[in-house]
Every structure is written in C-alpha cells, then in structure tokens.
C-alpha cells in the first residue's frame, strides 16, 4: 500500500479541513494510507506526521481552519530544508504529497517537485491570487463574512452620517475588495491594481453627497497605498474634503473564521478527491484548480511564472452601480 501524506501551509482558509477530510477518505477508498503532516512545511522537515483514517476526519466538514495546523516556513527557501523535508517523507515511506494552500505554499510544492518527489497542489486562498484557480479554497466564505460586516456598518452609517472606510484582506491582490464593493454597494473601491489618491476619494464621496445620499461605504484593499487607517487620518487633516465623519473599520483576520460555505466545503472536496486522482493516475507536479467550471490540473511550472489577473473592469461596474 503506498502512502500519501498531506499538509496545510500558509494562511488558514475556510475549507481546508473540508480538503483534508476528501483526501483522506476518497485516498483510503483508493487504496492509499494517508498520513496528516503537522504544522505546515515547518512540521515537515521534523517530521510531524500523524496518520489519518476515515475517523480521524469525522466532523471536521463544518469547522473553519485546518485540523493539522499551519505555518509560515520562511527558512522552507532554503534547498538544505527542502532536502531534509524529501528526506523525512522518504523516511516515512511516502510516495507522494499533497500541498493545500495559496501562493507561497505552492511554491515550496513546486520546489520539492523540482527536486524530484511526486507532489500534487491543491488551491486555497482567501485572496484568490493563486493561478491556475478562478475560486480558490475560502474565498466565498471570506467574501460573505466581509460582506455581512458591510451590510452591518451600512446601517451605523445611515443614522450617524458617516463614512465607513473598510478594510478587507487580500495582501497585495484587491480580489476580495473589489467583489465587496460591487454586492456591498460601495461607494468608492480602493485596490492596489488601480491606486487612487485620497483626494480623488473625497472627490467621489462629496460626488454621492451631492446626489442626496446621507452615508458612505469605501471598501480598502489592505495592500493598498492608502489603507484604510492612512485614509481616515488623512481626513481628519483635511476633514473639510469630505462632508462626512470618517471611521476606519479594519475586518482583519474575522474573514478567515467561521464555518465554510456550502461552494467552499463543495470546491475543497472536489479538489481534494481530484488530488488522490492525480496519484492514482500516475500524475504529479500540478495544481488542483478549478477552471472554465471543471476541475483541471495545471503544471507547477505554469502556476509559479504566472501572475493571476484581476478584473479592474468591475471598478467601472461599481461606480455605475453607487450612482
């Protein structure tokens, strides 16, 4: 019986344990024995393996985060501890490994794959950044839980005439931002791939004043220049630009909690059965994604040069849409 082990790297997404839960049972149906690897990469080079059956993952369909815990591995760059990584899961007698996580963590995939070591990926990531995925594991669940924040603070804004500027996460990608503010009915929509300056964002405020509207939502990418603390002081400098009372609201790691959706914890099943597949078929050294509506495999070569894009054509829709 071959053995397949798998991880969680990088930022905890909503779903991951849905994934884990997949690999395990869809890889025991396949005749594989899977082991759960502890603490990300970092937990893969001191070798942190615990094994997994099909009741060691019973019950975690509906819980956030990852059962088997993660870990940013900056040190995981270096090839001596990529190597001692391959060392330990050949210790362990694995013959393949399965990497649930976004950017970072499927670079560290890629390296080991490069080295030799049969490795499948599977995407997940809040920021939707990863390419090779247009959804990634955690997305819609950290879309609607910024989004019920929006609709809450809309109402504080109304009765107190002011203008709510919140920040969403995402790093340097404005994916999560941008989808906000177009169903959340934003007014203004601050991303990194489109910078805008604090005037031309009071610009737009005074603009929707005058069209009669007594509250403001501006929803802020966190990569961007201007966040939404540096927004806030700056109109409190120049309070006379705005015509409102400027408040920071900072949503933080709160996207990256609760229960997955029903679209994530189906996404992560799928990807996660469809990485036993890859093995079972012989096939390693790609990305599990999800494209054109299917389930597809992309080679770790094409995920790492690539850069995802986003469509700035929606600021265009939500500017229309906040008229």
């Known amino acids: 019986m071959k053995r397949i082990a798998v991880l969680t790297s990088g930022g905890d997404a909503p779903g991951m344990n849905a994934a884990i839960r997949a690999v395990t049972r869809a890889g025991i149906d396949g005749g594989f ?20 059956e099909a009741r060691s993952v019973g019950g975690i369909l509906t819980i956030g985060g990852t059962m088997l815990g993660s870990a940013r591995c900056p040190e995981f760059k270096d090839e001596s501890k990529q190597r001692d990584a391959v060392r330990q899961l050949k210790n362990n007698d694995v013959s393949g490994l399965i990497v ?8 560290g995939a890629a390296a080991l794959s ?13 920021d939707n950044d990863l390419y090779g995925s247009e959804m990634t594991i955690g ?91 540096r927004l806030v002081d700056y ?3 120049h309070s006379e630009q705005l015509g409102y009372e400027a408040r920071a609201t900072v949503l933080g790691h709160v996207q990256r909690g609760g229960a997955p959706s029903a679209f994530d914890r189906m996404l992560a099943t799928r990807f996660g059965a469809a990485a036993i ?12 994604g999800l494209l054109h509506g299917k389930i597809k495999a992309t080679l770790f070569s094409e995920v790492i040069k690539n850069k995802k ?13 906040s008229i």
């Open 139 to 229: 997305v819609d669940t950290a879309l609607n839980i910024a989004l019920e924040s929006i609709d809450r603070l809309r109402v504080t804004a109304l009765s107190d005439r002011r203008a709510f500027f919140v920040e969403v996460m995402g790093r340097d990608c404005g994916y999560l931002a941008l989808h906000c503010g177009v169903v959340g009915g934003a007014e203004a929509v601050v991303i990194p791939e489109a910078e805008i300056s604090p005037e031309t964002v009071a610009e737009e405020l005074r603009s929707a004043r005058d069209r009669g509207k007594r509250h403001a939502i501006v929803v802020v990418a966190e990569g961007s220049k201007y966040n939404a603390t």
């Open 114 to 126: 490069n080295l030799g070591f049969p490795v499948v990926g599977i995407a997940s990531t809040i």
């Open 33 to 52: 024995e899977i082991l759960g690897v502890r603490e990300g990469f970092r937990g893969l080079i001191d070798g942190k393996f615990i094994s997994l």
């Open 277 to 288: 597949d890859q093995f079972s078929k012989g096939k390693h050294g790609v990305l599990v």
């Open 100 to 107: 649930i996580g976004g950017n970072g963590s499927q670079a």
């Open 235 to 237: 109109f409190k400098q």
């Open 309 to 321: 894009p986003l469509d700035v054509g929606l600021l265009e829709l939500a500017r229309v849409l």
